[in-house]
Structure formats: C-alpha cells, structure tokens
C-alpha cells in the first residue's frame, strides 16, 4: 500500500512505528497533534519524511547514535 492510499489512521500509526524505531518515542511523547500530521499527510509527505524531518527540527538524537556510542548495534 502507498503513501497516498494510507487511511489517517494508518499513516499516524506508520509516523508512531517509525518515530518508535528511530528516535524511541512516539508522537504523543514528542506533543505532535492530529491536524500537524493531517497536513503531512495531505501535503504528501511520507511518515519516514516526517519523522526525520520533526527530528531534524527539533535536534532529536537517533537511537542508532546512542547505539554506536555505547558499542551496540
């Protein structure tokens, strides 16, 4: 299934799975509210885009970071 078929339901839990895997937190940790999500999704921007793009915002570390400077993979 694309992007651009995912109900909002479905493109909130892919932004939530991939905040979870990549920063450790999910959008109710992070304060993300339904409409900033609504105008991701309606401006075509994929979960994965978000996710690093809020991340990138907001100078949250990846977890692979905390991974590679504590020697776990």
Known sequence: MSDENLSFIDYWNRVDAFMGETYGIDTW?????????AAAQDNYISPEDFVLSFGEKYGLTPLSEFRANWGRS
């Open 29 to 37: 940790d992070a304060g993300i509210e339904a409409d900033e999500l």
